[in-house]
């Protein structure tokens, strides 16, 4: 039985064979159970096949628009964003895009239903608009050249509003109340969902609460006197409650959001509604199940059996959650209500996982996993009753059979669906049995708030493995559908999808994904913690090389070319792989050095650590197919050609200070890999993280001799690349001391050597109409303020449409002051420090013209030391930024949609090339911001930072650079010569092969 004060703790990405197994030993009924389900379930998808609903669904639209044709995805794209659009033109612009890419001018309608007649009718004449064509008597040519593109807009929008009406139950609540109001008969139950993104802002977090206040105030007063739990309800969600609803502001979350769902709770109480608590990602689980217990401990809510939450049976840890929600019912004597859900953002968390490189998934990867835990879960809760009111929320005739089988005759439980879908199994459900209680969960909001809740309802249920989808499909066998997910199953070894590669795995059988830490991970993060806390640093002073000893550095470096050069590229790349071993063996240590000496914060300095591992592991991958072999030449017979690479000599590394790991151990790695000795010279104000990155590769097996540790400032970079005897330079840095550098290399006497410079930008994004507003500022927010903006691809200058920028600036600069700024060490902290005191003046005296010559949007306000604080700033023209300012400063333009061309020349004006981030839904708008502008890495609807290696090889060109891109395929080549030898094998007396060859 669980404490109060003893959090929730389960293994968060456990093996799905270790799961799969128990499940499967009990997954089967007794032979009867199993045929009355079989018949149960029968009944029911014969009743979902049959319906002809004058209206229609989720189950009509999906026949109609399959999400696997053009069509289906360009109407869910509509919905997602056309509403929100405020300006005719944009609007145009977007309905062109996306009616251009299917053919709704010759969709040929398959249903009945006037849900799906109407919006087909409205699309395919708006694209008639779009593609004019004359039908056989020419009546649908000439009224579309009457109707032009202002009716194409009207009746494309009123297709998205019909659509939204008919999946959201009403506006507002009392609109909602209205059309849930029985009209004869048996009064239904709603749970009510007041539909919205996560608050971004503390504005957002009140509107929410209040709209949640009025809501339970709403449905209170008109809940009539029926007991629970045959009475209304309301859902909230944690993350519309608070901005920064996550683990690492855990202190702040418990203080500040658990008197908030207390209130709330508190006032449905008042009214005796079932007030449940919606399950969010994954890496929440446990920071809400923390909510929800301080939240259930208060007395005031005793003797209510209304408070339940959501439990997702794709999480691996579902059947933990239940036992643990148990135990908190039986040690606060409370009875609950649990609502069991299969679960909404699984491809999210699929790519969360793969992305911050976990040892497994949180979710499961095969559907008939999740189908299977469902059904374990529900009567894991069946047994439970009647401390748990168990609430089934599934649309899949099968699920709904086996529960039913499972639940036997004593009631107390309920199912679940949601509003728009689901209609006829439920009423033949109904109509067999007449007792049994169903729920509809309900969205309640404006049409422009439903998009994404529309989208993700259709992306779930239109996919291939969805029940919803394979029901609506007559094609499909009844023995198909009545297959159970423990036969699809059939052993542990198959609990994983076969395509889906463990996170580790993503990049093989090339190389090894770098290994994160998933923070939502109690404790892991704990474990982490400890480790770093408990690691020594160093941080006595390291005194600067003189130049005599940087010359020495570069004549033993000569040296210990020849050796390393000749070294086989194998043993090369096992030396780079050992020190991405070695790194993730000793990530506390470097870790601790990052936020110590380079003032990372935990998530930067891990994020950085996993960088420099994948440098290593990628150039290790690249190195043996380009210096393991020679490649053979084509040629005439008679005749051997073979290119091989070679190192050049001695390469200087200068490595910048923002990156202090993972630049510096990218640039040194690929010098070697390519067979050359390295002179490595870090920033001067973080010299200890390289000495101790060199000390790793010397134990990873690089020679002393191969490779030279040089610390130091600006001039003995100039001794070093001034050096006669170096064969090239590898440098990333500021464009200044690029062009510095370049001078030196042009001006001195002999070969000449290669200079790869990588530098800064300013770095544009530019956001429509279309964009979400929630994932712009999400984007922006990261992009331009994450490592307190002291990153070469850090945003600089926002570009936002005129019709959206109020909001958007508004919501940007809300969730800016949600930053907490202080200590890198602590986990809290979302900015650190600036780098030094003189980085911290010139940004100092830079917000202070601004201040001048910009309108001020946000300050922020920092601590003492070497802190700034963020800053947004809105200028009338984007000529006025005209030097990279590096550190947590956005400025924004607002531009007319019709101007887009200047916008574009105005950017690259500025000589700058290296990151470019577009917001858009207009797919052609895309293509041609991309065409039109000659930038490094362009990130399209997301942040534009954090650049993967071998994913997103990183660098730009023009004034950011020379190129080739650091962790891309082109790199190594760069650090390398050229050799072919021609041999002519035919020169001892003739062509013996050719000779020999059969006719």
């Not at 009064?187 to 709209?211: C, H, I, N, V, W």
Request: charged share 25%.
């Amino acid at each position: 039985m669980p404490n109060i004060s003893s959090p929730f703790t389960a293994a968060y990405a456990p093996d799905d064979a270790e799961i799969a197994a128990p499940l499967l030993r009990t997954a089967h009924l007794t032979p009867p159970q199993e045929a009355r389900i079989d018949r149960t379930a029968t009944r029911l998808i014969e009743a979902v096949r049959k319906r002809d609903d004058r209206l229609g669904g989720v189950e009509d639209m999906l026949r109609e628009f399959a999400l696997s044709t053009k069509e289906g995805l360009a109407l869910m794209v509509l919905a997602e964003a056309l509403l929100r659009v405020p300006d005719a033109r944009t609007a145009d612009q977007f309905i062109e895009d996306k009616l251009g890419e299917g053919d709704f001018v010759h969709h040929e309608t398959k249903s009945s239903a006037f849900l799906v007649n109407a919006s087909a009718w409205a699309l395919g004449l708006s694209a008639r608009v779009i593609q004019p064509g004359e039908t056989p008597d020419g009546t649908i040519g000439r009224l579309v050249k009457r109707l032009g593109a202002p009716a194409v807009r009207a009746a494309t929008r009123q297709a998205m509003r019909l659509m939204g009406n008919h999946f959201v139950l009403g506006e507002t609540i009392e609109q909602a109340l209205e059309r849930a109001r029985p009209r004869s008969g048996q009064q239904p139950r709603y749970s009510f969902d007041m539909l919205g993104e996560g608050a971004r802002t503390a504005s957002d977090a009140k509107r929410y609460f209040d709209a949640y206040a009025s809501a339970i105030l709403t449905i209170g007063k008109a809940a009539g006197e029926r007991p629970l739990p045959d009475r209304p309800g309301i859902s909230v969600k944690l993350s519309a409650l608070h901005p920064r609803f996550e683990v690492i502001s855990r202190e702040r979350v418990m203080k500040e959001l658990v008197p908030q769902l207390l209130d709330l709770a508190q006032r449905a109480k008042a009214y005796d509604l079932n007030f449940t608590v919606d399950a969010e990602e994954a890496d929440r689980l446990e920071l809400s199940l923390d909510v929800i217990a301080a939240t259930l401990a208060d007395a005031s809510l005793a003797g209510w059996d209304g408070f339940g939450l959501a439990i997702q049976a794709y999480q691996k840890r579902a059947v933990a959650v239940i036992d643990y929600v148990d135990g908190l019912a039986r040690l606060l004597d409370r009875k609950l209500m649990v609502r069991l859900v299969k679960g909404a953002y699984w491809d999210t968390e699929i790519k969360r996982a793969q992305e911050r490189g976990l040892d497994g998934y949180p979710v499961f990867t095969r559907k008939a996993m999740t189908d299977l835990n469902y059904v374990a879960c529900a009567s894991r809760l069946l047994a439970l009753r009647p401390r748990i009111f168990p609430q089934f929320a599934t649309h899949n005739a099968l699920t709904v059979a086996t529960v039913l089988e499972l639940a036997g005759e004593s009631g107390g439980f309920e199912f679940q669906r949601l509003h728009g879908m689901g209609e006829a199994l439920y009423e033949q459900l109904a109509q067999d049995h007449p007792k049994l209680a169903c729920r509809t969960y309900a969205p309640v909001g404006s049409h422009r708030d439903l998009l994404a809740y529309l989208v993700r309802r259709l992306l779930e249920n239109g996919a291939n493995s969805s029940f919803v989808a394979l029901a609506a499909d007559y094609r499909v066998a009844m023995t198909a559908l009545l297959q159970r997910p423990a036969d699809i199953i059939a052993k542990p070894q198959a609990a994983h999808h076969p395509k889906i590669p463990l996170p580790r795995d993503l990049f093989a059988p090339e190389r090894r994904n770098s290994r994160g830490v998933e923070f939502g991970e109690r404790a892991a993060l704990d474990h982490l913690l400890a480790e770093i806390a408990a690691e020594p640093t160093d941080l006595t002073p390291i005194a600067d090389a003189t130049p005599e000893q940087a010359n020495a550095a570069v004549a033993a470096a000569r040296t210990g070319f020849a050796a390393w050069s000749r070294t086989s590229a194998g043993t090369r790349a096992a030396a780079l792989e050992q020190a991405a071993h070695l790194l993730e063996q000793r990530a506390p240590h470097f870790i601790a050095l990052l936020q110590r000496e380079g003032g990372k914060t935990l998530d930067d300095a891990l994020s950085e650590l996993r960088e420099a591992a994948d440098f290593c592991r990628y150039y290790a991958a690249q190195g043996r197919k380009l210096f393991g072999t020679a490649e053979a030449m084509p040629g005439p017979t008679g005749e051997s050609n073979v290119l091989t690479l070679r190192g050049r000599g001695v390469f200087v590394a200068i490595s910048p200070w923002n990156f202090p790991l993972a630049i510096f151990l990218g640039q040194v790695t690929a010098a070697l890999m390519a067979g050359n000795s390295v002179v490595a010279k870090p920033a001067e104000q973080t010299p200890r993280i390289a000495r101790e990155a060199v000390r790793l590769l010397h134990e990873a097996g690089v020679p002393a001799n191969a490779l030279h540790l040089v610390t130091g400032d600006g001039r003995i970079g100039a001794v070093l690349t001034a050096h006669s005897d170096i064969a090239g330079v590898v440098f990333t840095g500021s464009t200044e001391v690029a062009r510095t550098i370049n001078r030196t290399l042009a001006a001195k006497d002999g070969p000449i050597v290669p200079l790869i410079a990588e530098t800064g930008g300013i770095n544009a994004m530019i956001a429509d109409a279309t964009a979400l507003p929630e994932q712009v500022t999400d984007d922006v927010v990261t992009s331009a303020f994450r490592s307190a903006g002291q990153r070469c691809s850090a945003l600089r200058l926002l570009f936002v449409q005129e019709d959206v920028a109020d909001r958007m600036i508004e919501m940007i600069a809300g969730a800016a002051r949600e930053l907490k700024i202080g200590n890198p060490s602590d986990v809290a902290t979302h900015i650190g420090p600036v780098i030094d005191n003189e980085a911290k003046q010139r940004l100092d005296a830079h917000i202070a013209r601004m201040k001048t010559e910009a309108r001020l949007h946000f300050a922020g306000s920092a601590p003492a030391g070497c802190f700034v604080a963020p800053h947004i700033f809105e200028l009338a023209d984007a000529g006025k930024l005209t030097e990279e300012v590096f550190g947590p400063v956005l400025h924004v333009v607002r531009y007319r949609a019709e101007h887009l061309e200047r916008i574009l020349a105005a950017i690259a004006r500025t000589g700058y090339g290296l990151t470019l981030g577009v917001h858009s839904r207009i797919d052609d708008t895309v293509d041609a911001i991309v065409e039109r502008l000659s930038v490094g890495n362009v990130y399209v609807n997301r942040n534009m930072i954090g650049a993967v290696v071998g994913v997103q090889p990183f660098g730009g060109n023009g004034l950011s650079g020379t190129g080739p891109k650091a962790g891309g395929p082109h790199y190594l080549a760069r650090f390398a010569t050229e050799q072919t030898v021609t041999i002519n094998t035919a020169a001892a007396g003739g062509n013996a092969a050719l000779l020999a060859g059969e006719e």
